[in-house]
Each structure stands twice: as structure tokens, then as C-alpha cells.
């Protein structure tokens, strides 16, 4: 069954409350069904709009899940009233503990030994049942798209299918993430998770934003200032465009909403005066 989507900025996000993307990845991960699941944020939407094989991915995607409150506030305004947030870290703490509960076995892929490592000893402590696959670091890969062979792993695929993991989360950054997702589909027999910097934010190594600042949509905020040299460019290319083309298409949202009422209303009226001209 496909689960329900809204387009923002021409990409399809999925419309689903966090309990149920969460419940709906557990229930795929039990099957051990090959998914790919894409945490998405303004960054990734417009990163799509500029390379095309990523807007691929996102349009291919079985989830989309709306990580960020721009995301978040747009699905609200198109209908999606009780929308919330569907955070990486949350993600993670989330199929953590279902899969805990579940006998669902759980693969950690990407990052660095030091940052696995640091997990392990939190998700032991807040986790004690929850059955760890394997944790693997990769080296460094220059994933251009999907179709790209430079990185062969026929060997990491035998070890994650063999594994019995039905979650595997990722940990490469975006795109290369969504490119190594996309390129082992159908391929790893699990519920691939692209998760990016929410290793080394479980980790300690990065501090997430008070929730007040979640809330408020500030949180790229917080970030720029623990790593300016790396992100403000992202953020100064970014945000003003996807600014622009966010209140373009509300806008045009309400117009056709407004369009298609006008028609209805001008009817009523002839309805009603129609009777009045059969008058003597």
C-alpha cells in the first residue's frame, strides 16, 4: 500500500505523523523487505532540485519523511493538519527501541570507529535488549548517483543480507547516502535508513538544539554556530531560494483552492435566482 504524500517544492514527502513512519519501517523491517527511506530536510529538497539523480532517489523513496519544521509547517498548510516532525535522532532512538521489543536485528553502517563506538555504549545503556547486527565504518567514496560502480561492496552485501538485519541504518552524509540506498536497493534484504550527522549527535561529539529551538524552526541556527566553516554556505545557498519557492506554492495553493470555490458560488447564486425569473 502506498502511504500518503505530499509534493513540497515538487518532491513528494510523506504525509504520516512520526508513530506511524516509525511503525510502518518496523513492520517492513519484520518482513525484511528491501526500502529505502530518505530523512529529509530544506538542504536535501533543493539539493534535489539542482542534480537531478538525488531528485531521483527522493522521487523513487518509500518514505520521505519530513526532518525539519519548514518541511513540517508546508505539509500542515496542504491539509496535512496533524503532521509533526520526523527527525533523524529520532529515527534512530525510535526503531531502536521498537526493534528492541520486536526481535529486529540492526545494522550500523557509515561514520567513524570512534563514533560507533560511543553509540554502542549509549545504546547499550538505554537499549540493553536491542540486538546489534554489526556496526561497520566505510572508507571514503566519491558516490556521484546511483548508477555509479566505483565503490563495488559485493562483500559488505553478503555480510549485512547473512546478518539477518532488517534495519540498516546510514551514515555517509547527503547525497552520498541517498545515492548508496538507492544504488544497494533490492539488493540488501532491510529497511535502509539515511540518517547522516544523527551518529555523531547520538554519539556526544555534536550537541543537538534545545527543543524550543526545534520548535521554532531554528535548529540550522544552532548548527551554523557549532560548525560555521562548514555550513553557512550551505545554509546562504539554500534557504532564500527554498523561501521563494515555498511561499510560491502556497500561494498558488490557495489560489486554485480559491478558483475552484468561485465556480461553485456563482452557481449557488443562479440556483437561486432562477426561480425569481419564471416569476409573471
Not at 513528494?12 to 513512519?21: D, G, I, Y
Not at 545503556?125 to 536491542?130: A, K, R
Not at 540488501?188 to 535508513?193: H, L, P, S, T
Request: contains cysteine.
Amino acid at each position: 500500500m502506498e502511504l500518503p504524500t505530499i509534493r513540497v517544492i515538487g518532491y513528494p514527502v510523506t504525509a504520516l505523523p512520526f508513530s506511524e513512519q516509525i511503525e510502518t519501517i518496523a513492520s517492513w523491517a519484520k518482513d525484511r523487505l528491501s526500502k529505502v527511506v530518505c530523512v529529509a530536510n530544506v538542504h536535501m529538497l533543493m539539493e534535489s532540485r539542482w542534480h537531478l539523480e538525488l531528485g531521483s532517489v527522493l522521487q523513487k523513496a518509500d518514505i520521505v519523511a519530513p526532518d525539519g519544521m519548514p518541511l513540517v509547517w508546508m505539509l500542515r498548510s496542504m491539509g496535512a493538519r496533524e503532521q509533526d516532525r520526523v527527525a533523524g535522532l529520532d529515527i534512530l532512538t525510535g526503531v531502536c527501541a521498537l526493534a528492541q521489543s520486536r526481535n529486529i536485528r540492526i545494522y550500523f553502517l557509515g561514520s567513524q570507529e570512534e563514533v560507533l563506538d560511543r553509540m554502542k555504549t549509549r545504546l547499550m545503556q538505554e537499549f540493553p535488549q536491542l540486538d546489534i547486527a554489526d556496526m561497520e565504518p566505510l572508507p571514503f567514496m566519491s558516490l556521484t548517483s546511483p548508477e555509479d560502480t566505483s565503490f563495488e561492496d559485493e562483500g559488505l552485501i553478503e555480510r549485512i543480507n547473512a546478518s539477518g538485519a532488517g534495519i540498516v541504518l546510514v551514515a555517509l552524509g547527503c547525497p552520498k547516502q541517498e545515492y548508496w540506498m538507492a544504488k544497494h536497493r533490492n539488493k540488501i534484504q532491510a529497511v535502509m535508513i539515511g540518517l547522516g550527522a544523527a551518529f555523531s549527535v547520538y554519539a556526544g561529539i555534536h550537541k543537538r538544539a534545545p527543543h524550543w529551538a526545534r520548535e521554532a524552526g531554528l535548529e540550522w541556527l544552532y548548527r551554523l554556530l557549532q560548525e560555521p566553516h562548514r555550513l553557512w554556505r550551505r545554509y546562504a545557498i539554500t534557504i532564500p531560494p527554498f523561501i521563494y519557492l515555498a511561499i510560491q506554492q502556497v500561494f498558488k495553493e490557495q489560489w486554485f483552492r480559491a478558483d475552484k470555490q468561485c465556480p461553485l458560488q456563482m452557481h449557488s447564486t443562479q440556483v437561486n435566482l432562477e426561480p425569481l425569473e419564471k416569476l409573471p
